[in-house]
T-cell receptor, first 110, second 114 residues
């Protein structure tokens, strides 16, 4: 899988939007952009994924740059429960397991 | 009830012992995975299985073996445990969908090798 680059940590205030960036300049045409998060003492959980178009679901939105070399996970209104490590992962359809980097540690201040 | 369960949740063992970690799923997925996570790092893939007759090595399979007893069960064994296998172990399942694949993770097994 191609490599992704994320900031080590970010801090935000409760009830404010959060924009988590991810750079993936070596992305190939068949790579899906996946986001997972890992809450403290839990296994990772799926957040969202997309290929070319922006995506929305009940948890978050995914904004994908036109050249697909970067993407942004958007939490529209952060809560304390959103404090977690967020992983941006590229994955080809039909490939083997996910390749996790260190992710971004999101801290939410009350 | 949890869709992906792991037993035990915590385990302490001694160097040289053989141990088995178990994973069960009720999601009906064909694909299952074992990952390990070291403190402060992301997950690394140990083994994966796309169906009962299919077993594949991941990036860090040395020192580990697996068994896919049924679609719902995937076990990870440490043949002779060593201290640097102390880690958090996660099982996951997935199914290929029309717009890509989503993985579902268990709660993890915390293993300490003394």
């Amino acid at each position: 899988d191609a490599k992704t680059t994320q900031p080590n940590s970010m801090e935000s205030n409760e009830e404010e939007p959060v924009h988590l960036p991810c750079n993936h300049s070596t992305i190939s045409g068949t790579d899906y952009i996946h986001w997972y998060r890992q809450l403290p003492s839990q296994g990772p959980e799926y957040v969202i994924h997309g290929l070319t178009s922006n995506v929305n679901n009940r948890m978050a939105s995914l904004a994908i740059a036109e050249d697909r070399k970067s993407s942004t996970l958007i939490l529209h209104r952060a809560t304390l429960r959103d404090a977690a490590v967020y992983y941006c992962i590229l994955r080809r359809g039909g490939a083997d397991g996910l390749t996790f980097g260190k992710g971004t540690h999101l801290i939410i201040q009350p | 009830d949890a869709d992906v369960t792991q037993t035990p949740r915590n385990r302490i063992t001694k160097t040289g012992k053989r141990i088995m970690l178990e994973c069960s799923q009720t999601k009906g997925h064909d694909r299952m995975y074992w990952y390990r996570q070291d403190p402060g790092l992301g997950l690394q893939l140990i083994y994966y299985s796309f169906d009962v007759k299919d077993i594949n090595k991941g990036e860090i399979s040395d020192g580990y073996s697996v068994s896919r007893q049924a679609q719902a069960k995937f076990s990870l064994s440490l043949e002779s445990a060593i201290p640097n296998q102390t880690a958090l172990y996660f099982c996951a399942t997935s199914v290929q969908g029309p717009v890509g694949e989503t993985q579902y993770f268990g709660p993890g097994t915390r293993l300490l090798v003394l």
